[in-house]
């Protein structure tokens, strides 16, 4: 069984001997490695059985340390950083000889965060490497947004999980690639395409909807629950059961009793019902039920990346 607790130092002591702690984000609850010890990097991509093609995030607590690991820290970086870092943005950039291949899948460009959760930021203070942190998840599963839920999965193949509360933001981090003329989005998540826009005061390039898939994290089938899952504008060609459930955004429909029904936020709160996704999820996971479904959720804000999950936790029925 993993040990669960706040130790930073016994978290430094795992890390720096190339084993792997899970630690808490603002995002999702993240599966860490040395990210410079090649070995201990692949620990990440066994216990994970994660593709070798799907490229790790590099973690640590400020733009200076990346910068003493070769990133190279333009304006525009700095800009952005100022705004969202510490936070829930992950910036792709030109990579450098530092870098192993194993973080950057052998691509050209790197990707690095500065996570926002104060046992993560003081731990990250303390070491004089950068962490590989995807989540803390079997590959294609629902990421973990509390200790409890890592346990759940990953308990018996790493030695300790710092214990940090439930995950604020709930979902994972937007990425955005600044490795060419113009800003691309390559993942919803924490950060909207509208609070970047605002912040450098031009449109970015969304390239969610293509077939090329350039961050892994693009791919469906990805975040799937083991019951299958439609969305509501499906109803007409599902049957519903006593065991069939709804996860919905503040107000109960009609199809259903509500009993069967999960509201992921009463009070209408798109940013409360990001961090209510995964947990849900999980729930209804472990329930003896047969069909879930899905309310579509407001498209702005926080709740394009609400939908994308739902998406392609509902893709895995679509294409099987
Ligand atoms: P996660 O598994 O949530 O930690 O997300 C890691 C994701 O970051 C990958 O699946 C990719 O989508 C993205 N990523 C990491 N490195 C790169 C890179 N060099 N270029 C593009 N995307 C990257
Ligand atoms: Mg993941």
Same mark, same amino acid.
């Given at each position: 069984? +993993? #040990?669960? $607790?706040?130790? @930073? %130092?016994?978290?430094?002591?795992? =890390?720096?001997?190339?084993?792997?702690?899970?630690?808490? !984000?603002?995002?999702?609850?993240?599966?860490?490695?040395?990210?410079?010890?090649?070995?201990?990097?692949?620990?990440?991509?066994?216990?994970?059985?994660?593709?070798?093609?799907?490229?790790?995030?590099?973690?640590?607590?400020?733009?200076?340390?990346? +910068? #003493?690991? $070769?990133?190279? @820290? %333009?304006?525009?970086?700095?800009? =952005?950083?100022?705004?969202?870092?510490?936070?829930?943005? !992950?910036?792709?950039?030109?990579?450098?000889?530092?870098?192993?291949?194993?973080?950057?899948?052998?691509?050209?460009?790197?990707?690095?965060?500065?996570?926002?959760?104060?046992?993560?930021?003081?731990?990250?203070?303390?070491?004089?490497?950068?962490? +590989?942190?995807?989540?803390?998840?079997?590959?294609?599963?629902?990421?973990?947004?509390?200790?409890?839920?890592?346990?759940?999965?990953?308990?018996?193949?790493?030695?300790?999980?710092?214990?940090?509360?439930?995950?604020?933001?709930?979902?994972?981090?937007?990425?955005?690639?600044?490795?060419?003329?113009?800003?691309?989005?390559?993942?919803?998540?924490?950060?909207?395409?509208?609070?970047?826009?605002?912040?450098?005061?031009?449109?970015?390039?969304?390239?969610?909807?293509?077939?090329?898939?350039?961050?892994?994290?693009?791919?469906?089938?990805?975040?799937?629950?083991?019951?299958?899952?439609?969305?509501?504008?499906?109803?007409?060609?599902?049957?519903?059961?006593?065991?069939?459930?709804?996860?919905?955004?503040?107000?109960?429909?009609?199809?259903?009793?509500?009993?069967?029904?999960?509201?992921?936020?009463?009070?209408?709160?798109?940013?409360?019902?990001?961090?209510?996704?995964?947990?849900?999820?999980?729930?209804?996971?472990?329930?003896?039920?047969?069909?879930?479904?899905?309310?579509?959720?407001?498209?702005?804000?926080?709740?394009?990346?609400?939908?994308?999950?739902?998406?392609?936790?509902?893709?895995?029925?679509?294409?099987?």
């Amino acid at each position: 069984m +993993a #040990e669960i $607790g706040v130790d @930073i %130092t016994k978290a430094k002591l795992l =890390l720096d001997n190339a084993e792997l702690v899970a630690i808490p !984000t603002e995002t999702v609850y993240g599966l860490a490695a040395n990210a410079f010890n090649v070995e201990a990097v692949l620990k990440i991509y066994e216990v994970k059985n994660r593709p070798k093609f799907n490229p790790l995030i590099l973690h640590s607590n400020s733009l200076e340390r990346f +910068a #003493e690991w $070769g990133i190279v @820290i %333009t304006d525009q970086l700095k800009k =952005l950083a100022d705004t969202f870092s510490p936070g829930p943005l !992950t910036y792709v950039l030109p990579s450098n000889a530092a870098i192993p291949d194993i973080i950057t899948a052998g691509q050209l460009s790197v990707a690095i965060r500065i996570p926002n959760h104060p046992l993560t930021l003081a731990l990250l203070a303390e070491l004089d490497y950068p962490l +590989a942190a995807p989540s803390a998840n079997p590959s294609e599963y629902v990421s973990p947004t509390s200790a409890e839920h890592v346990q759940a999965q990953l308990s018996e193949k790493i030695p300790y999980i710092l214990d940090g509360g439930v995950c604020t933001v709930g979902v994972e981090s937007t990425i955005i690639d600044l490795t060419q003329n113009k800003i691309r989005l390559l993942r919803l998540g924490g950060i909207s395409k509208e609070e970047i826009e605002l912040c450098i005061g031009e449109e970015i390039e969304d390239l969610l909807i293509s077939d090329n898939v350039i961050a892994p994290g693009m791919m469906k089938r990805h975040y799937a629950t083991s019951h299958p899952m439609v969305f509501e504008e499906q109803i007409s060609t599902v049957n519903i059961s006593p065991y069939t459930y709804a996860i919905r955004f503040q107000t109960y429909a009609d199809y259903l009793p509500k009993e069967n029904q999960f509201l992921l936020s009463e009070n209408g709160n798109l940013n409360e019902a990001a961090a209510n996704l995964f947990s849900t999820m999980r729930k209804l996971d472990a329930m003896q039920i047969d069909l879930i479904i899905a309310e579509r959720f407001p498209a702005i804000g926080i709740g394009r990346a609400i939908n994308d999950r739902l998406e392609r936790a509902t893709s895995k029925n679509l294409h099987s």
